[in-house]
Structure formats: structure tokens, C-alpha cells
């Protein structure tokens, strides 16, 4: 079993900051993806940010240049640091990650954590 736990989320004021932790734990090989996306009332969930183990990152044009998301892979952990926040970014932020389980597969699965509430006031 694996489980993705997020934490960190809160109200804080537009221009804020907050970080969000997205700790990875169970029968884990490796992790070769962590991802951040977040849903709003009323809206679909949609990306906001990826990183893959080798670095590279990805990231929605909605947070370009405010959020930075970066990945612990010695502890399973990723991280959004989220900078100039606006009331527009108020979401359930959820986090991802796509794991091998064991040496022998390539295949990749899928976990996604619970959610963590971010509320940001004007």
C-alpha cells in the first residue's frame, strides 16, 4: 500500500505565501513523477504544477513565476512553494505521484493524497 499525505495548507492574505508538503510512503521502489493540482468550487481539477526525477518541472501559466515546486527523493517528499497569492488561487490542492513498486516493473501507478485546503482573502 502506498499513501500520499499533504499538509501545510491555510488562510492566508492575497500577496501571502504558504508551502505545501507532499510526504510518499508504503511499498515504494522509486517515484518517477510528483505532481500539485488543485480544484476550485464549482470548477474542475486542473494542473498547477509537475516535477519528474530528473528535475524537470512544469508549470500551469496560471502560476508561472509564483509557485515553485521541487521533490525530496531521499524522503519521498514534494514541495510547492507558493509566493504573490491571490484570491484566484483558493482551491483543494492535491498532490500525485507516479511509483514503480518493486525492480522488475516499469509500470507506473498512480496515488494521489487527500487534499489540503488553501484559502486565500483579498
Known amino acids: 500500500q502506498v499513501q500520499l499525505v499533504e499538509s501545510g495548507g491555510g488562510l492566508v492574505q492575497a500577496g501571502g505565501s504558504l508551502k505545501l508538503s507532499c510526504a510518499a510512503s508504503?511499498?515504494?521502489?522509486?517515484?518517477?513523477?510528483f505532481g500539485w493540482y488543485r480544484q476550485a468550487p464549482g470548477k474542475e481539477r486542473e494542473l498547477v504544477a509537475t516535477?519528474?526525477?530528473?528535475?524537470?518541472?512544469n508549470y500551469a501559466d496560471a502560476v508561472k513565476d509564483r509557485f515553485t515546486i521541487s521533490g525530496d527523493y531521499t524522503k519521498n517528499t514534494a514541495y510547492l512553494q507558493m509566493t504573490s497569492l491571490k484570491p484566484e488561487d483558493t482551491a483543494i490542492y492535491y498532490c500525485?505521484?507516479?511509483?514503480?513498486?518493486?525492480?522488475?516493473?516499469?509500470?507506473?501507478?498512480?496515488?494521489w493524497g487527500q487534499g489540503t485546503q488553501v484559502t486565500v482573502s483579498s
Open positions: 508504503g511499498n515504494i521502489f522509486s517515484i518517477d513523477v
Open positions: 516535477i519528474i526525477s530528473g528535475g524537470r518541472t
Open positions: 500525485h505521484a507516479d511509483i514503480k513498486l518493486n525492480r522488475g516493473s516499469a509500470t507506473l501507478f498512480r496515488y
